[in-house]
Antibody, heavy 117, light 110 residues
Framework: QVQLQESGPGLVRPSGTLSLTCAVSGGAISSDDWWSWVRQPPGKGLEWIGEISHSGGAHYSPSLMSRVTISVDKSSNQVSLRLTSVTAADTAVYYC??????????WGHGTLVTVSS | QSALTQPASVSGSPGQSITISCTGTSSDIGGYDSVAWYQQHPGKAPKVMIHDVSNRPSGVPDRFSGSKSGNTASLTISGLQAEDEADYYCSSYTSSITYVFGTGTEVTVL
């Protein structure tokens, strides 16, 4: 079973760009899996951000679509998240998750990103 | 797209059964057999307990069961145990080729 590890800056300035990577180990991205990003503001619920396939096809949450880009780098076995024009409302723990069907069986540990000046 | 609706909290005594509801629309829960349920303990990543409405992954106790009727899905925990105290979230695939999570339910074992 693959393992996922998120990484990136823990602090981002308002109006800046949040950039995170998810390192995939124990398996290749070139498979039938899809790779999603999910976030969770402190003390609040889960929010699906978007997903990408190994071939690069992506789908995004309508509420974030104008600001988010998810990409995949098969050569380095990584999935990346980019969220622009961030505000305090984007402060959350960001998870990457792997899935093949309609559920998310594999999650990273998550990384907290705080938007603050 | 709005989050699926769950009760904020549910409680029960050890050994009892509890049921958590998850209400959506015909564009998500009602349109697909894609409901999943996740258990999340504080500071931990979510863990899938049920997928495809009623299927348990290997390793999940058979005390956990899922069902769906119309636009509402349910998770039942039978024989409630102390370690079941956690937050639970439902999720569903949607007609917009996206996923949506529920608002979350805090389960307390009295």
């Amino acid at each position: 079973q693959v393992q996922l590890q998120e990484s990136g800056p823990g602090l981002v300035r308002p109006s800046g760009t949040l950039s995170l990577t998810c390192a995939v180990s124990g398996g290749a991205i070139s498979s039938d899996d899809w790779w999603s990003w999910v976030r969770q503001p402190p003390g609040k619920g889960l929010e699906w951000i978007g997903e990408i396939s190994h071939s690069g096809g992506a789908h995004y949450s309508p509420s974030l679509m104008s600001r988010v880009t998810i990409s995949v780098d098969k050569s380095s076995n990584q999935v990346s998240l980019r969220l622009t024009s961030v505000t305090a409302a984007d402060t959350a723990v960001y998870y990457c998750a792997a899935h093949r069907a309609y559920s998310f069986p594999t999650w990273g540990h998550g990384t907290l990103v705080t938007v603050s000046s | 797209q709005s989050a699926l609706t769950q009760p904020a909290s549910v409680s029960g005594s050890p050994g009892q059964s509890i049921t958590i509801s998850c209400t959506g629309t015909s564009s998500d829960i009602g349109g697909y057999d894609s409901v999943a349920w996740y258990q999340q303990h504080p500071g931990k990543a979510p863990k899938v307990m049920i997928h495809d409405v009623s299927n348990r992954p290997s390793g999940v106790p058979d005390r956990f069961s899922g069902s769906k009727s119309g636009n509402t899905a349910s998770l039942t925990i039978s024989g409630l145990q102390a370690e079941d105290e956690a937050d639970y979230y439902c999720s569903s695939y949607t007609s917009s080729i996206t996923y949506v999570f529920g608002t979350g339910t805090e389960v307390t074992v009295l």
